[in-house]
């Protein structure tokens, strides 16, 4: 019985993989926004059952999506399927949560990568042409405001972009799949371990203070035009990378922060970061630097713990 069930779920599962592919391809890839929720048949699988129970309906799977989609389509159902896998396995077997995070975000950057390159060779979607679009488009834009560019190379900062885009979008959904595999699990009322709050996580100030050296080195860069092209793509994506590292943390520091000492604002509180995001980049860059370098965190976590303990006290 246990058997037949298993095999009945194991092919329900590579179903909904497959209705997944169908539905994207006739609805013009609009659920590839949702592409993050592919792997969670199988985390289902791999947790409750195991690791080979889970191939098995991603075998399945593979090859719906061989007969009712496209190359593409089947090397991300792939991928997908495999994280699902290493993700509900690591479930099972109790693995840390932040290595578990890490794998899932290096697998769904892989597939990111390669998938825009497949995506690209296959529906003939001119990379080059679309650098050149957008580098068009902003040197119009400057010339209509007579703003005068201060990137010299506006080409090799625009291809850097692309490249830090498909790199971050593949760390946002391998996030989400991170988020909605475990609140599918414990909506099934499975017996997960909860992660580590964030504000317990710990940065490394090594880490901080070598971004903020290579942010001040990209943007000093920025202002002079580098003959090695190694070197000045090399700089830029680094140095990107940096402010983006300070960046995230400094909505780190803010949403500890907010719950430290407003907690009451915290709805409030996500529209503020976001707008920060978008307006308040460089601000959120100098609190993500004091946030790692400073005792900041240690003083919001304390007040925060204390809050907790005050509250359970009155309950």
Request: glycine share 6%; with cysteine; charged share 15%.
């Amino acid at each position: 019985m246990n058997n037949t069930r298993k095999l009945v779920e194991s092919a329900l599962m590579a179903a909904l993989v497959g209705a997944f592919v169908i539905i994207n391809r006739y609805t013009v890839g609009m659920l590839a926004y949702f592409v993050f929720l592919l792997p969670l048949p199988m985390v289902y699988l791999s947790y409750k059952y195991d690791a080979k129970t889970a191939s098995m309906a991603a075998f399945g799977s593979v090859i719906l999506t061989f007969i009712f989609g496209s190359i593409p389509n089947v090397f991300t159902v792939l991928i997908e399927c495999v994280i699902g896998i290493v993700y509900g396995s690591g479930l099972r077997k109790k693995e840390n949560s932040s290595a578990l995070l890490f794998k899932v975000i290096v697998l769904a950057i892989i597939m990111n990568f390669v998938s825009f390159v497949l995506f690209a060779a296959f529906f003939g979607y001119d990379i080059v042409g679309e650098v050149q679009m957008i580098e068009d488009v902003f040197t119009t834009i400057f010339d209509e405001a007579n703003v005068e560019v201060q990137i010299p190379d506006l080409r090799s900062y625009i291809e850097v972009l692309f490249v830090l885009s498909v790199l971050l979008t593949g760390v946002l959904e391998g996030y989400l799949t991170h988020v909605s595999s475990r609140l599918l699990l414990s909506r099934l009322k499975f017996d997960i371990a909860k992660p580590t709050p964030i504000f317990f996580h710990k940065p490394n100030k090594v880490l901080g203070y070598l971004a903020l050296l290579l942010t001040g080195v990209f943007i000093v860069s920025s202002r002079y035009s580098i003959d090695e092209t190694w070197m000045r793509y090399g700089i830029m994506f680094i140095g990107m990378l940096g402010y983006l590292y300070l960046t995230g943390y400094g909505c780190i520091a803010a949403i500890v922060l907010i719950r430290a000492y407003v907690p009451s604002l915290r709805i409030i509180g996500v529209f503020f970061i976001l707008f920060a995001a978008l307006f308040m980049s460089l601000g959120l860059m100098i609190l993500g630097f004091l946030y790692i370098t400073t005792n900041m965190r240690e003083t919001a976590v304390e007040r925060i713990i204390n809050d907790s303990q005050n509250r359970s006290t009155k309950v």
